[in-house]
């Protein structure tokens, strides 16, 4: 049976130059019916509902914010929430809910871009280290160990220390301090999948070692990297936040979630409203990533659920 | 055993030697001339030329790095410039603090976690196991500086029962300790019950399909014998484990909690720091967090094979 398939799996290879995988094949079924198997999950159904309307709030912040985020006005300070100021206005009378709009533009592009940056270079090391093996493996893997070995908000707070102060530096360290996570998921993956047969058939007809990991191997480690980059932009808002919080993301008078909490703290007992919106977004834009994480972790692998 | 402690011992020194690598490159970081920037927004010629000598900065990286990771090795963690004492030296003085802080969160973590992963590994798929995963998702979810603000609201602003901010220290008043310690290790303590409770939910799902379990059900023991003294008994290796990785979670969620609730500690040290440009502090501060890391990680694994012999072969 086994001779079978890989006699094939070779014949295919020779047809048209590239051989098909079962993996392949198994890949793109999953992919077909993962959004409906997704979708059949309630609360990942609800997750996704939520990431399209900040989605839709950040795209179109200038015409639904009902203000200025950044316009000050004296007579308007720390006024409590109103029919003409839905969440209040701050310490210096700009309206809560239009930085609120304004703010989710931050957090998911710091969300989004971060992981880009850790998919970016952990992907290819991983592969790598995964595929080539040998030294190259044990140094990759030794960095990786390193710098897995410092707390993630910790690293990422040197990082943005050493950097200066931006909502770009504050991406670049989040970005970094996500990255030994990709590497080491692509390598484990990595390693499994190159002991398969399909592979094996693929290196056996004289593939190259860099086609055989970006046409053969690549394809198959999606599923698990787009749960663990779904379940990293969550944790990337609430760092990206963590930094604007304590004064290393976005600089003001720009909006930013964290940096709103930051001045609200110091504004707790007579204008409570400051705090509570700005929380209540992150709060549900993470928590939203992560049902939407864990959703696909189930749509994608059957045995898990 | 023996072999597998000095394996495990010998593979921890490459990673903390790339450690120091990494946090001395930090320093490449800074734009333009390190002792420019190091000597603060008054530039005195003084202080730079003090820096350039005393961090070889006529010398090339590695040389710099050896020079560095000799004093490291013997000790010295540099100078803070902002408060003119070792580095070393603050950190000891602010750690016990932290540790207070994450001692009681950990208790407050373990007397939710543990529990709530029971319940729902028993109540599969009922209200309970559901509420359990909400408790959970709301853990892992909520920015702790954020529920600490709204501790704040409720607890201090709106009821009065505790202060907002300020430390006592417990050889003090032991009372005033606890009230200025209590809602920040509950907002640390939260993030972590949600994921010593998913981990508890796991283990405890996979030992209750067990044979010796079904063993024990089958002999006629009690229900609650079962769960707590067959059960939970076994699934807490793991846990406690998986538990100790939580070291990074803690640390991180401390130098946010510390700046809500204003606790002179370790993470209030690191940010106070980054604001005063005081980078040998921000240095050490990475160094000695992440060799604590490493550390815990090494005596876990330990522990692990101390109570898991099938782990000392592999």
Known sequence: MRT????????????????????????SSLRAGVLPRLLRRPSAAVGLVIIVAFVVLA?????????DPIATSFATVRKAPSAAHWFGTDEIGRDVFARVVFGARASLLAGVVSVLISLSIGVPVGLVAGYAGGATDMLISRVTDALLACPFLILAIALAAFLGPSLTNAMIAIGISATPIFIRLTRGTTLAIKAEDFVLAARAIGNPPWRIAIRHVLPNIVPP?????????????IAEASLSFLGLGQQPPQPSWGSMLNTAKNYIDNAPWMAVWPGVSIFLLVLSFNVVGDGLRDALDPHHA | MSTFLIRRVAAIVPTLLFVSILIFGLQQLLPGDPAMVLAGEERDPAVIAHLRETMHLDQPFPVRYLYWLRGVVHGDLGESLRMQQ????????????????????????????????????????TAWDYGANVVALWGLSTPNFWLGIMLILLFSVTLGWLPASGYVSPFENWRANLASMIMPAFVLGNAIAAVLMRHTRSAMLQVLSSDYVRTARAKGARERDVVLKHALRNALIPIITLGALEFGTLLSGAVLTEQVFTIPGFGKLIVDAVFNRDYAVVQGVVLFTATAYIMLNLVADIAYAVVNPRIRVQ
């Open chain 1, 4 to 27: 079978k398939s890989l006699l094939a799996m070779t014949t295919v290879a020779l047809a048209d130059g590239t051989p098909r995988s079962p993996a392949d094949a198994r890949t």
């Open chain 1, 59 to 67: 795209l179109f912040a200038p015409w639904i914010a009902p203000y």
């Open chain 1, 225 to 237: 990297l787009l749960v663990q980059a779904t379940l990293a932009i969550a944790a990337a808002v």
């Open chain 2, 86 to 125: 070792p580095v070393g030296a603050l950190i000891a003085a602010k750690l016990p603090v932290t540790l207070e802080l994450a001692c009681i969160a950990i208790v407050i973590a373990l007397a939710i976690g543990i529990p709530a992963g029971v319940v729902s590994a028993v109540r599969r798929g």
